[in-house]
Every structure is written in structure tokens, then in C-alpha cells.
């Protein structure tokens, strides 16, 4: 069986700087692969540019046997069009670090917007799958309420439902306990192990280590903009081979 | 000036005056709705538009933000009579208007568009939102919410400059009154009535725009 993703030497530069230096990465399906790594390593952009959020300048990023973001290679290839970004987007969930709800919609309402205008439903359908959701994330009684009237743990567990509600094939959680106070992190990552136990697909960047060695399959180490070490949890935390990894996982610790 | 005889000379004037104001009214109206839809593509285009469309965009609203209204006015009504276009006195002041407003409600649109988080853009890209429905879905319905304010105030400025009109002859409130000034000299009484019809006018749109902002209180 071919890999759900499979990223083929991805160079992606910022002004210049190159960020990105020829990144090999593939998860299977119901795989969960956690990337740590200290800040500016490019764990970030990496997620973002699945998503397509982000532009690439070299590699290849391929989804489900279609390749995402352009067509072509070399000099013949070209950025796609902006409807076909948006369908291939579809395919992907993304959780960020900073929320991003909604701010005028409610709970439900966010998570209806993508499935109403992008999957076309009935609104009393999407109001039906949005209440599934948002009771499975621990929120059932919270949504009509407005991004405002929820703590930080409780919008992120919105914009988690909201990402998963959509059905994408692959789900992408860029550190999305950073900007939350210590005691709201513990109820987030349990929603995020229990879909993981449900056999979602989980690309996660993170800096909880216990989490990542807790709900993984495999953790990848990257260092300035290369995975410079990959393995299941043990083998990482356990006998990290690579010097720069132990030197992270020692400092992270502390 | 005995009041019984401006009662009299205000009964006598009555269908005069009704007139200007529902012009006055229709000419605020119209200025304003199309000069908002203006505003928002302008708006629209300077916040997110491609460069080139940026450009004219910015020079067409410093140009015409720069511009007294009378100017914009009396150019309305003259300059296209020299193109062989012969735009009636009503037509060039709503034209006059509708492209001022439009250039004021364009720099408020931009303001409330670009002091939206770029997050939010994001997060309706990542659930496949195409650009056009996070514009329609995310951006305006936010933007709307803090701009409300500001519109609400260059909705009641408008209505003030449309007395501007008068001058080339739309018969206004203005124009109106000073008709029947001309007729019973009680020029006091009159130019007062015509300052409490823009005041009743403005307070009516102020008192609108706050039970909106009420509605559209954030939770």
C-alpha cells in the first residue's frame, strides 16, 4: 500500500533563507508522527506548506497519489489555480496555535461554515454533524456559545472539531497547546489521543514530549530544516543517537 | 416676526418643504447605498487586491478624498456636458455624492479588512474555503462589525453635504427654503426650520446607527 503522504525532498526558502533543505517525510494511514524540534528548525513551515499554506520552491508533496499544490516539474511547473488549492486544502484538517475561530459565529457556526460552503450541506445536516463533534471534543453544551464565552482549552477543542468535522483524509495540529495556560494543555491532548485512538490520521508538531511519546507511532527530530533523526517513540527517547537531539531532549526536560 | 405669521407662511409652504426633504432623503439614500457598494469594492481592492488595481484604487480615493464636495458638484454637472453628456442637476449631484462617499467608505473597508488577523484567513483556507467565500463569510461580516461606527457618521456628513446641491439647483431642503424665503423674507425662521429638518434627519440615522450596533454587539 502507498503512503496517505509522501513529501520528496522539499526545499522552501523565506527571503532568501533557506528553511527548508530537502525534507523526505511519509505517514501512512492511521498514523500518527509527531515532529519536535527546537524553534527555526522548520517544523512549522513544513505543516504549513501541506496545508498549502505556504509556497515551495522545490520537492514534492503527494496526498492520496495526487500531488499537491502544483503541476509539473521544473521549469514547466506551475502554482495551481486557486480553486483547485482550496479542494486539495479540503483534503487537509488543520489545528493551530493560535485558535483561529470565527470570532462572529458560534461553536456551531464554525464548524458549519466548511460544512455548508464547502461540502454543501443542508444546514440541518451540518447543524447535526457540528453537535456530533463538538460533544465527541466535550463541548455539547457549548455550542451556541461564542469564541469569546470560551476558555482557551475550549476554543481549541472548537477548532479541533471543527478541522475533523470537514472528514480530511489527513489532520495537522501545529502546536496547538503552546498559547494555552498549563492547567487548560491536559484536556486538549486527551481529545487529540482520543482521536488518535480512533484511528485518525496525525501529523503533529509539538513541544510536549510526554504527549508525543504517549500518542505516537513515530517522532520525527528536525534540525534546521533537515529530519535529522526519525523512530518510534522508545527508540527516540529512549537511545537518541543523533547529538543534537540529545543535547534538545536534555534542554526540554529541564 | 409675529409667530402666528410664520405658522402661517410654514402652513402655506408646507408641500414645498415636504418636497425638498423627501429629496433631500432620496438623494442622501441613494448616495449612500451606491457609494457604499463602491466603498466596499474599492475597499475590497486595496486591502487585498493585485497590485496594478491597488494603484488606481489609492489614487482615485486620495483624489478624491482631497476634493472639496462643492468641487466634486459642481464638476459633476459641468464637466460632462463638455463630453457631449448631459447629466440633469438631480443625476450629477447623486453621481457627485455616490463617488465621494465611495471613496471615504473604500478607506474604511480597507482600515477594517487589514486590521483583521491574517489567522482568520488562514483558518477558512485551511477548512477549503475558496478566497471569495473567506471575503464573504469571514472577512466582511467582521469588517462590518467595526466599521459600523464610521459609516453611521459618514452616512450623517453626507446627508449635511447634500445641501451642497442646491447650488446647481436640486431642489433640496436648502434650495427649497430659500425659495420661500425669497417669497415672505422671514429668512430667521426658515434657515432655522431648515437646520432642525438636517438635525431631525441625522438623529434619526445616529439613533438607527446605535440599536445596529446593539444588534451586532459582540458576545
Redesign the interface.
Known sequence: MSPLLEIKGLHKRFHGVEVLKGVDLSLNQREVVSIIGSSGSGKTTLLRCV???EEFEGGEIILDRESIGYRGTGSGRKRLP??EL??Q??M???V?Q?F?????LTAAGNVM??LR??RRMERAEARALADTWLAKVGLGNRAD??P??LSGGQQQRV?IA??LA?NPKLVLLDEITSALDPELVQEVLQTVKALASEGATLLIVTHEMRFARDVSHRIVFMEQGRIAEEGPPAEIFGAPKNARLVEFLRSSRD | MEPSSFLNELWMARSALGAGLICTIGVSAAAISGGTLLGLLLGVSLAEGPMPLRFVCRAYVDLLRGTPVLVLVLAAFYVPSTFGLNLDALSAGILALTLFCGAHVGEIVRGALQSI?P??T??????????P?ILA??LL??AF?AILPTWINTGAELVKASSLLSIIGVGDVLLKVQEIIGRNFLSLDFYMLAGACYLAINFAIEQFGKAAERRLA??
Do not use: W
Not at chain 1, 100 to 104: A, D, S
Open positions: 496545508n498549502l499554506l486557486d480553486r482550496s479542494r486544502r479540503a487537509t484538517g488543520m493551530f493560535g483561529h475561530l470565527f470570532p462572529h461554515l466548511g460552503k464547502v456559545h461564542f469569546g464565552q477548532a471543527r478541522a470537514m | 488577523p489567522g482568520q488562514e483558518a477558512g483556507r485551511s477548512i477549503g474555503l475558496t478566497y467565500q463569510y469571514v461580516p467582521q462589525r459582540p458576545q
